[in-house]
């Protein structure tokens, strides 16, 4: 795909889905007619890996992609680790890049999502430099939010956010998630869940 548009043949947009998982955003956009590159491990590509890393970053450099979505893994980031039965904190608001005094398998497993927070949010700032459509998401809750590389993205004058929850997309979960995109608007997805007596507002089911 790259090798076409470098070559000027390309015909279609190209889009870049980062931590593509199972690849709806991918089949998403490719239903618009966009080229989609998919960034994920399952696919070979190791963005931890410096030669990865940096090839992904030239492209947005030299104009080769036309739109970026980063889904950044959240195990790390979750609350949901310290619920019941959960298997315990790794970090907290007042100490959001890990808790001290972790196992080293967990000190590993916070060291690995800080790698990958902060080239995520080093890809969105590439993009909002270079006037890239540009989104990010994770859970609302996700202590993600509060590494200070998040914090300065969020004010920068054309970086905008929302909440939305899966529910009010056909999900029987709520799973409330932010988003934070920049030279687009994504403000029309912004639909909440408001729970009322325990009955979702959209399937008007438990």
């Known amino acids: 795909i790259v090798a076409r548009r470098q070559q000027g043949h390309a015909t279609a947009p190209l889009a870049v889905e980062m931590f593509s998982g199972c690849g709806r955003w991918a089949a998403s956009m490719r239903s618009r007619a966009y080229d989609v590159i998919e960034v994920d491990r399952r696919h070979g590509f190791d963005l931890l890996k410096s030669t990865g890393r940096n090839l992904l970053l030239q492209f947005l450099r030299d104009g080769l992609v036309d739109a970026v979505h980063v889904a950044t893994p ?54 909002y430099r270079n006037g890239i459509p540009c989104s990010l998401e994770n859970p609302t809750t996700s202590r993600i939010w509060k590494l200070t590389c998040f914090s300065r993205l969020l004010k920068r004058k054309y970086m905008n956010s929302i909440n939305l929850d899966f529910c009010a997309y056909g999900t029987p979960w709520r799973k409330r998630t932010k988003l934070i995109f920049a030279w687009l608007d994504l403000r029309v997805l912004s639909r909440v869940c408001t729970s009322k007596h325990g009955i979702c507002d959209f399937t008007h089911k438990k």
């Open 74 to 127: 959240c195990s790390s980031f979750s609350r949901a680790r310290e619920r019941g039965g959960g298997p315990g904190a790794l970090r907290s608001d007042d100490f959001p890049k890990g808790l001290p005094g972790l196992s080293p398998t967990d000190q590993t497993k916070v060291e690995e999502g800080n790698k990958l927070a902060n080239l995520s949010a080093h890809i969105l700032n590439t993009c």
